[in-house]
């Protein structure tokens, strides 16, 4: 079974920067990657402090830290990635621009390298059949924040080889995740249960409770450690939104009807915590 050692990251936002980290910690080769320089820039500046701090809080050795540091690399360009092993796609959940991304990935890395995807939501089988390696492609769909949630749900598309898989899981294994393995269906296994609950709290919100007595219900009633308008708020009412109407499209149930609430906080610009509003002010 091929080994991973080099990793390349395109995608230096939230999720991107968190697996990069998390790969650079673990000792891997690391290149990160983003189209626009300045989110490069600021991807890795996040990166170092949280290095940092977890440092100063004793989580983390300062040789360990420093190992990671050296591991991460910035690229120039998409043909940096030559050398990868492996490249996680973890730019914008648009179809698109990812297939785009990996139709050029696929004629930049070896014939070996396994091309993986993010994703939240967009079907992996669709993603691979625009590379001509469907079997070296997988769905590798980290929790945020990265650096912290213990979780990542592997999915196969309808190609995918056992091997792939085998590999992936190892390298998941390696950086100290713990895995499952979901369906190619629409919101996977995460988002398929967590949005339509939180969608729930939002229509009780609509129906007049206030969003401070659904949080508290939910995080001391059930030990959540954050109430759903909170988590609402932390993953982004766009990118709820957006996955709610795929369900609802796509699986094709009123049950995934997105409430009309946060239809209109989103046409109001109310995003969440990104954007200073959300269902609290931040
Ligand atoms: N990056 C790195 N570390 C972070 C972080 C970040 N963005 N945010 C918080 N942390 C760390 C803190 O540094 C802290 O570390 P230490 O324990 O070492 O001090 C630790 O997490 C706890 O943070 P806080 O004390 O500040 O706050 P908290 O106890 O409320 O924890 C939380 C924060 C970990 C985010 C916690 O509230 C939580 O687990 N919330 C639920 C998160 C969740 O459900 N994520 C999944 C979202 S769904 C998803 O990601 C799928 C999708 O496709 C939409």
């Known amino acids: 079974m091929n080994q991973v050692k080099t990793v390349g990251v395109v995608g230096a936002g939230q999720m991107g920067a968190g697996i990069a980290q998390v790969l650079a910690t673990a000792g891997l080769s690391t290149l990160l990657f983003d ?17 940092g701090q977890a440092v100063e809080k004793g989580k983390l050795d300062a040789a360990t830290s420093e190992r990671a540091k050296q591991q ?3 690229a120039s360009s998409l043909k940096d990635f ?6 996680i796609e973890a730019i914008i959940e648009q179809f698109e621009p990812k297939a785009a991304l990996f139709k050029e990935l696929d004629s930049i890395v070896g014939p070996n390298a396994i091309l993986a995807s993010n994703t939240s939501s967009i079907s992996i089988t669709r993603m691979a059949a625009a590379t001509s390696r469907p079997e070296k492609f997988m769905g590798v769909h980290f929790m945020n924040p990265v650096p912290v949630m213990q979780l990542v749900e592997l999915i196969r598309g ?7 898989y085998a590999v992936v899981q190892s390298l998941c294994t390696s950086i100290k995740k713990t895995t499952v393995l979901a369906i190619d269906g629409p919101g996977f296994i995460v988002n398929r249960i967590l949005c339509p609950m939180i969608n729930e709290a939002i229509f009780l919100a609509q129906e007049g409770v206030a969003p401070i007595d659904i949080d508290n219900a939910m995080k001391l009633g059930t030990n959540h450690p954050m109430g759903p308008l909170t988590l609402a708020d932390f993953v982004g009412l766009d990118t709820l939104l957006y996955i709610l109407q795929l369900l609802h499209r796509e699986l094709g149930e009123d049950k995934y009807r997105p409430c009309p609430l946060l239809v209109k906080y989103v046409e109001a610009g109310w995003f969440g915590k990104k954007s200073g509003r959300g269902f609290y002010r931040y």
């Open 158 to 164: 309808l190609q995918t080889s056992d091997e792939t």
């Open 72 to 74: 991460l690399v910035k």
């Open 82 to 87: 030559a050398k990868c092993d492996m490249v």
């Open 35 to 51: 189209a626009a320089p300045a989110a490069l820039d600021k991807g890795l500046a996040g990166i170092h402090t949280r290095l």
